[in-house]
């Protein structure tokens, strides 16, 4: 679609059960009873999450070394903190080769 095309706008279908952005109580619009029918009704669904995003996900509860956040300040603001670019470097590449390995693979 090019920029300042005038036409008809895609159809846009919301999601069962999440009413981000709908102004319209629920149940009273096209989508409220159909999408929380769909939503009570539907139990098939599963998610499987990448090891990244699991990381993420266990690390997200609040856990963290409060002493290693102080020392890594601390050297950064002494000046004496060290970088490794090839620990980085691996990590990333891990990274990109987990989300391209993804990408190959059918759903």
Do not use: C, H, W
């Not at 929380?36 to 599963?46: G, I, K, L, Q, R």
């Not at 990381?55 to 004496?80: H, M």
Request: aromatic content about 2%; cysteine-free; glycine content about 14%.
């Amino acid at each position: 679609m090019k920029i300042g095309q005038t036409g008809a706008a895609p159809a846009i279908s919301p999601v069962a059960g999440n009413n981000a952005g709908n102004t319209e109580p629920q149940g009273t619009g096209k989508a409220g009873k159909a999408g929380a029918t769909a939503a009570t009704n539907n139990t098939s669904t599963s998610v499987k999450l990448s090891n990244t995003a699991q990381a993420l996900l266990d690390g997200a509860e609040g856990g963290f070394d409060q002493a290693k956040v102080d020392r890594v300040r601390q050297s950064i603001s002494d000046g004496t903190y060290k970088i490794n670019p090839e620990a980085i470097a691996d990590k990333l590449i891990a990274n990109a080769q987990e989300v391209l390995g993804k990408v190959g693979q059918p759903r």
